[in-house]
T-cell receptor, first 113, second 111 residues
Framework: GDSVTQMEGPVTLSEEAFLTINCTYTATGYPSLFWYVQYPGEGLQLLLKATKADDKGSNKGFEATYRKETTSFHLEKGSVQVSDSAVYFCALRDMDSNYQLIWGAGTKLIIKP | NAGVTQTPKFRILKIGQSMTLQCTQDMNHNYMYWYRQDPGMGLKLIYYSVGAGITDKGEVPNGYNVSRSTTEDFPLRLELAAPSQTSVYFC??????????FGPGTRLTVL
């Protein structure tokens, strides 16, 4: 079945460093892809999404490009801040089921000042 | 707007006890969901609803029940709690199947 694999955390970076969090997926069709973020003590919230190949989602300085050839949707940010410390979840929407998101395990990001 | 609220935040149950996790949203969303998150794992869908009076099973529904009598509320019932139900439970709502709004979660321990 469909699945999402994320790089294991925690990922620890210094402020202003470049961030990449890897996400790869397995799907039979052409899924939509998402990044959600969970700040400490809060619920998850949608960060960005892409619905077709070569689309780039972006928000709050974060970007991710839908790469069908490598089945990837890596999250990047050029200069991270302490406030970016959170858990980041990659997900895909199964086109066979309109209501089910398939989730990665989450990657914890820690930014040190 | 409060968004999605969940109660309680934490709970410890003994094996065999029952409880209801409450979820309320004030955004008039038709879609509502219950997920569980086990350590180091992604979220697993327990139940979902596409509107008042309509519910359906997700990936891991065994041991749980839901009801949706109003648009705002989507309680999750645990009957005969088991240690395997120790998890963090998230309620979410949305106006489309893609952009979910999550509550802060309920951390449940079954001993």
């Amino acid at each position: 079945g469909d699945s999402v694999t994320q790089m294991e955390g925690p990922v620890t970076l210094s402020e202003e460093a470049f961030l990449t969090i890897n996400c790869t997926y397995t799907a039979t069709g052409y899924p939509s892809l998402f990044w959600y973020v969970q700040y400490p003590g809060e619920g998850l919230q949608l960060l960005l999404k892409a619905t077709k190949a070569d689309d780039k989602g972006s928000n709050k300085g974060f970007e991710a490009t839908y790469r069908k050839e490598t089945t990837s949707f890596h999250l990047e940010k050029g200069s991270v801040q302490v406030s970016d410390s959170a858990v980041y979840f990659c997900a895909l929407r199964d086109m066979d089921s309109n209501y089910q998101l398939i989730w990665g395990a989450g990657t914890k990001l820690i930014i040190k000042p | 707007n409060a968004g999605v609220t969940q109660t309680p935040k934490f709970r410890i149950l003994k094996i065999g006890q029952s409880m209801t996790l409450q979820c309320t949203q004030d955004m008039n969303h038709n879609y509502m969901y219950w997920y569980r998150q086990d350590p180091g794992m992604g979220l697993k869908l327990i139940y979902y609803s596409v509107g008042a009076g309509i519910t359906d099973k997700g990936e891991v529904p065994n041991g749980y029940n839901v009801s949706r009598s109003t648009t705002e509320d989507f309680p999750l019932r645990l009957e005969l709690a088991a240690p395997s139900q120790t998890s963090v439970y998230f309620c979410a709502s949305s106006y489309s199947p893609e952009s979910l709004y999550f509550g802060p979660g309920t951390r449940l321990t079954v001993l």
